[in-house]
């Protein structure tokens, strides 16, 4: 890649920010598409997330994935939401466009986009069981009640944030679809495992390789898809490995990643994600994958 005078500069604020793989992909997606532009990591202390936001005006940058931990602290420097983003009310794309910072939200879309087209899994009409009540879970449970699941079920260790997302929903979503939390103590019930279609874990718990299992999978179903979020530097999810030494359908973390950063690319390129040209570049990096069909 040739840095010239016109290259455009994206990237991601994040805090830390050394495990970050996107420069990764993003720049082996730039590159496919002879696209003059470069991603940078860009590590963000918290007393510098205004300044830095402002930055993209500044220095004319055209955007900035926004990650953990300033998703939501974010939102008062951008100048305006899109729709998505202020029903979330978190911020992970930002577009510098005709002058103005315009904040995004492509996890649910990400999500639902690789659930579809990797999973070959169609939400619509299905009940979801999740896990978690943090940043991810709010995206991705939009985009589910959007995609018209028929019911989704939330449960969380902290009790109160797993009722302020259900009532979250309930006030964004009124009278989509049932929505119900359950006590963490409940989470390995038989008969809610027995009718859920799609389980997604959207807590931290698989990052660390000594993580337990937070679901006992010697209750799942047949045929529950499984979709387990949590990006593994050292290989697999234990849920994963469960899943797949199961042979139940399921996708992980990468997949979440690149089809996030797709969209976002698309936002700031306006030209198609080469999505398998993004999947070969972690794939080169990690030597494997950690999904299966
Ligand atoms: P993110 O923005 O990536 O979703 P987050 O907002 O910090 O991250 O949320 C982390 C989620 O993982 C929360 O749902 C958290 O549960 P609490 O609300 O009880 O904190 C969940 N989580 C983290 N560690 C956990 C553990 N050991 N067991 C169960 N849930 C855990």
Request: with cysteine; proline share 6%.
């Amino acid at each position: 890649m040739k840095i010239s005078p016109v290259t455009k500069i994206v990237g991601v604020f994040g805090y830390p920010i050394a495990h970050t793989l996107s420069p990764l992909f993003q720049n082996a997606a730039f590159k496919e598409l002879g696209l003059n532009f470069i991603y940078f990591p860009f590590l963000v202390k918290p007393q510098d997330l205004k300044k830095a936001t402002e930055a993209i005006k500044a220095l004319n940058m055209v955007g900035i994935n926004v990650t953990i931990p300033y998703k939501k602290t974010v939102l008062p420097y951008v100048d305006e939401l899109s729709p998505e983003a202020k029903k979330i009310g978190a911020v992970n794309t930002i577009h510098h466009c005709q002058g103005k910072l315009i904040g995004y939200n492509t996890d649910g879309e990400g999500f639902i986009n690789s659930l579809r087209e990797e999973g070959r899994f169609e939400p619509e009409e299905k009940n979801v069981y999740l896990l978690g009540a943090g940043g991810a879970a709010y995206g991705i449970s939009h985009s589910l009640i959007k995609a018209g699941i028929k019911s989704l079920t939330l449960t969380n260790r902290t009790k109160e944030k797993g009722e302020l997302l259900l009532n979250h929903l309930k006030r964004v979503f009124p009278q989509i679809c049932p929505l119900r939390f359950i006590e963490f103590h409940q989470r390995n019930s038989p008969t809610l495992l027995k009718e859920t279609d799609l389980l997604v874990n959207t807590t931290s718990v698989g990052m660390n390789a000594n993580d337990s299992l937070l679901i006992n999978p010697e209750i799942f179903p047949r045929k529950i898809f499984i979709y387990d979020i949590v990006y593994n530097k050292n290989g697999k999810t234990k849920l994963m490995e469960v899943a797949e030494k199961r042979k139940l359908p399921c996708l992980g973390g990468e997949e979440m990643l690149i089809y996030q950063g797709a969209v976002s690319f698309e936002i700031w390129t306006k030209r198609k994600a080469p999505i398998k040209i993004m999947k070969k570049a972690i794939r080169e990096k990690n030597a494997k994958i950690p999904y299966c069909r």
